[in-house]
């Protein structure tokens, strides 16, 4: 027999460094108004419209297509991140570019509708080989000045062109606090909460 998807998911239960799951983290809104909408806001808004929009400035995306980003890595590499990210993000620019909210998806699930991973390279090199179809893909990746690294792939990143579609059903709901879990299911609409897949906590792997 071939190597299936059965065989497929026996690989990945046996390793501790990949997943076959991927993760959208939220962060929090300012709208046009001056209304500011928290990451769990954001995660209801994505929820009830069971769609995730593209971005293209603030994910970095190259291209004129915007695109949704995963992260492929394990929920304890999420918490790292997030625990990296908090530590030193003065050093890092000071931005806030995700919260420990988000959904995660099966792998195979958000392939199908069109995820791929990322290629990690020199912009102008990447540029070179792919069709500007496929920017979308592309994350700059140099380490050639030791005073100005530039290195994602601590994110094993996977993106899906335009915009991310999916079944309430599919979605896993992430949240990173006690807070937070209180705010989502104060604010959450019961049949969202009848129709997610599950809800998990990331804080016990931040601490």
């Not at 690294?149 to 993106?159: A, G, L, Q």
Request: overall charge positive; aromatic content about 10%.
């Amino acid at each position: 027999m071939g190597y299936d998807y059965e065989k497929w998911k026996k690989r990945f239960e046996n390793r501790s460094d990949i997943t076959l799951t991927l993760t959208h983290l939220t962060r929090e809104q300012l709208l046009g108004d001056g209304t500011k909408l928290s990451s769990v806001d954001v995660l209801l808004k994505i929820l009830k419209e069971q769609k995730i929009i593209g971005s293209t400035k603030i994910a970095y995306i190259h291209g004129i297509h915007p695109a949704v980003c995963f992260q492929e890595s394990p929920q304890y590499g999420i918490a790292q991140n997030l625990i990296h990210e908090t530590r030193f993000r003065e050093e890092l620019g000071g931005k806030i570019r995700y919260s420990s909210n988000g959904l995660i998806f099966l792998k195979r699930y958000v392939y199908l509708r069109g995820a791929r991973p990322v290629i990690y390279e020199n912009v102008n090199d990447a540029k070179k080989m792919l069709p500007e179809e496929e920017w979308w893909r592309i994350v700059s990746h140099n380490l050639d000045n030791k005073e100005n690294i530039v290195d994602w792939t601590h994110e094993r990143e996977w993106r899906v062109k335009g915009d991310f579609e999916f079944k309430l059903s599919a979605a896993y709901v992430l949240l990173g606090s006690s807070k937070s879990y209180k705010e989502f299911i104060n604010k959450a609409d019961i049949e969202i909460l009848k129709s997610i897949a599950g809800i998990t906590a990331i804080a016990p792997l931040a601490l």
